[in-house]
């Protein structure tokens, strides 16, 4: 019997246990138990060990399901924070980018006319504003997105690891 068949029984066989299968599946799966001695003893003590599951208790110390729940209460509230937190982070950047660039236009031209009055060649004073304005500028705006990863991706907003 080909290998696939016995795959296919253990793999219906695991779904009839847990969320049942369609009728289809079990009238296939019946037939190839009934043929297969290998999955015919797997069956069996597949569906033994589900009964001696149900009869193995637990019981719940109900101070430890509080303390479990709080626990993740508290961890989807901070979750809700990071993303409201996240939120004001990309607007920020979105802002100062915005203010960056409105001044580098205003900046541009006063040092193109500061560098006509000093008799600079354009590449001169096109590099120095680059340099010196624009690309500190991006930086600093672009930084709040990268906190995480010059921080550590494990940190939290004071830069405690979590």
């Given amino acids: 019997m080909p290998l696939e068949n016995h795959e ?10 847990v969320e049942g299968i369609s009728l289809e599946d079990r009238h296939w799966l019946d037939a190839h138990l009934g043929q297969c001695a290998e999955c015919g ?7 033994r060990a589900v009964r001696a599951l149900d009869w193995f208790a637990l019981e719940l110390d109900p101070a430890a399901a509080l303390r479990v729940e709080n626990i993740v209460r508290s961890r989807a509230e901070k979750m809700r924070s990071a993303e409201a937190h996240a939120k004001s982070l990309w607007i920020g950047t ?18 193109a006319w500061l560098a006509g009055q000093w008799n600079l060649p ?20 672009l930084l709040p997105l990268f906190r995480r990863t010059l921080l550590g991706e494990d940190s939290d907003r004071n830069g405690q690891t979590v």
């Avoid at 296919?8 to 246990?17: E, F, I, P, T």
């Fill in 122 to 141: 354009s590449s001169v004073w096109r590099i120095v504003f680059v340099a010196f304005w624009l690309l500190p500028s991006l930086l600093l705006a």
């Fill in 94 to 111: 979105a802002v100062a980018i915005f203010l960056t660039f409105t001044g580098s236009a205003v900046a541009w031209r006063s040092l």
């Fill in 41 to 47: 003893r797997y069956a069996d003590l597949s569906a």
């Fill in 8 to 17: 296919k029984a253990r793999c219906l066989l695991h779904q009839s246990l």
